[in-house]
Structure formats: structure tokens, C-alpha cells
């Protein structure tokens, strides 16, 4: 096995597993919108459900049609993750990292949404009055993966304009 699949295979399996063990903590030690300060002012952490995206996209369509499209969506996303990795020759590990991630953070939403129809959010980030939506590890590895997605892609980029 070469060696950024062992390194794209191992993120994405504790990424998953960190994700699904803090969610089964949350789900076994605290009530639906229980909630507990870690850094007042700042951050808790606090027990909700998302039947929703990422800022309550598509929340109050209705559940079937939620369900199917969330997990058809989700499926595709790591179908085409798994395709790429699986035609391409990358070798960058920040990019083979950012895929896991992805990838990971996709499975892990998705597992809730096969389990619970909807996903176990409990990272509550907020300044004073101004709470953003909580989320959850999977969201968190979504989003770092993005984000090194995104400034792998503009330093290639970079790269390959300065080299013309």
C-alpha cells in the first residue's frame, strides 16, 4: 500500500472515531440543550441537534425530502473524494490530508444522519450575544480540510503562474 494511502486511510479513521466518541460522550452525559461553560464568554459546550446543514440549510424543509438529500449529497461527496484520490498521482501530504478530512468529517455527519435522521452538534462558539451555529468534530475537520484545500490549490496556482 503506498504510502499516502496508509497516511489518507489512518487520518480519516481517527478522525472518525474522535468524531463519533465525543458525540457518544455528548449524547450519554448530557440531555438535549444541556450545556456547560468551558471558557466564559467564549465557548461551551452544549447538547442540539441539527436536522440541517451547516447554518440550518434546508432545516425546515421537509424531513424525507432532507434525509434523501443530505444523504445523497454526502454519498456523492465521498464517492467523488475516493475517485480522485484513486485516479490521481498526488503526493502532497497536506493535500492527501485535506481529503481525509473531508472525507472524514463527511462520514462522521453522515453516520448520525443514518442513526438519528439529523447531526449531534455541541462545540458552541460565541462573544458576548453573538453565538455561531454550533457544530460538531466532523464540522471542525470539514472545514480545516477546505481550508487547506483551498491554500494548497492557490500556492499551485501561484506556482504556476510565476513559472509562465
Not at 33 to 38: Q, T
Not at 54 to 62: D, N, S
Not at 79 to 108: K, M, T
Not at 129 to 150: C, E, K, M, Q, R
Amino acid at each position: 500500500m503506498r504510502k499516502r494511502n496508509i497516511l489518507f486511510l489512518a487520518a480519516t479513521f481517527l478522525v472518525i472515531l474522535f468524531d463519533q466518541a465525543t458525540k457518544a460522550w455528548i449524547i450519554s452525559t448530557m440531555r438535549l440543550y444541556d450545556s456547560f461553560v468551558v471558557i466564559g464568554g467564549f465557548f461551551n459546550i452544549t447538547h442540539v441537534r441539527n436536522p440541517g446543514a451547516a447554518f440550518g440549510f434546508l432545516a425546515a424543509a421537509p424531513p424525507m425530502f432532507r434525509y434523501t438529500f443530505f444523504i445523497v449529497v454526502t454519498v456523492a461527496a465521498i464517492l467523488l473524494i475516493l475517485h480522485y484520490l484513486r485516479i490521481s498521482r498526488i503526493e502532497s501530504p497536506s493535500l492527501v490530508s485535506a481529503l481525509a478530512l473531508i472525507l472524514a468529517g463527511a462520514v462522521g455527519n453522515l453516520i448520525d444522519r443514518v442513526r438519528f435522521g439529523e447531526v449531534v452538534d455541541f462545540l458552541d462558539v460565541y462573544i458576548v450575544s453573538y453565538h455561531w451555529p454550533a457544530f460538531n468534530v466532523a464540522d471542525s475537520a470539514i472545514t480545516v480540510g477546505a481550508a487547506i484545500l483551498i491554500v494548497v490549490l492557490l500556492q499551485k496556482r501561484k506556482g504556476r503562474t510565476e513559472g509562465n
